[in-house]
């Protein structure tokens, strides 16, 4: 027979329990530091919307957080936002390398170009 509704598994986690006191999955102790989740998310959507920079830093401090997560130092509850906050932060980092790929392409044509008009009037001088 199957176990009845709020029972725990014989040596098991009860996910109907009560959260553990420091409000985190049994993992986390509740001594570590407070998750940034929301700060890296708005980082992320401002590197995708305003200034590309700030995509690399939520994806710097994302991955940091992710790892101290995983260890067990830092509240897991905010994992949600550093996941999300970290993504856009890697999709505005490879937009801003796009972007500074093409500038250096279209200097590098003008550049090209004014050579290239320089050196046919030179050799009439």
Same mark, same amino acid.
């Given at each position: 027979?199957? *176990?009845?509704? +709020? *029972?725990?598994?014989?040596? %098991?986690? +009860?996910?109907?329990? #009560?959260? $553990?006191?420091?409000?985190?999955?049994?993992?986390? #102790? @509740?001594?570590?530091?407070?998750?940034?989740? $929301?700060?890296?998310?708005?980082?992320?959507?401002?590197?995708?919307?305003?200034?590309?920079?700030?995509?690399?830093?939520?994806?710097?401090? @994302?991955?940091?957080?992710? /790892?101290?997560?995983?260890?067990?130092?830092?509240?897991? #509850? @905010?994992?949600?936002? $550093? *996941?999300? %906050?970290?993504?856009?932060?890697?999709?505005? =980092?490879? &937009?801003?390398?796009? *972007? &500074?790929?093409?500038?250096?392409?279209?200097? @590098?044509?003008?550049? =090209?170009?004014?050579?290239? /008009?320089?050196?046919?009037?030179?050799?009439? &001088?």
């Amino acid at each position: 027979m199957s *176990q009845p509704y +709020n *029972q725990p598994k014989p040596g %098991g986690y +009860n996910p109907y329990t #009560s959260p $553990t006191p420091g409000g985190g999955p049994p993992f986390f #102790s @509740g001594q570590g530091e407070p998750h940034r989740g $929301t700060m890296i998310l708005v980082f992320g959507i401002l590197g995708l919307v305003m200034c590309p920079i700030l995509g690399v830093i939520a994806w710097v401090l @994302g991955k940091a957080d992710i /790892a101290k997560m995983d260890a067990g130092r830092m509240d897991p #509850s @905010g994992r949600g936002n $550093t *996941q999300a %906050g970290m993504i856009c932060g890697i999709i505005a =980092t490879v &937009l801003l390398v796009l *972007q &500074l790929g093409a500038v250096c392409c279209y200097f @590098g044509m003008i550049f =090209t170009a004014i050579g290239a /008009a320089g050196v046919g009037n030179a050799g009439g &001088l």
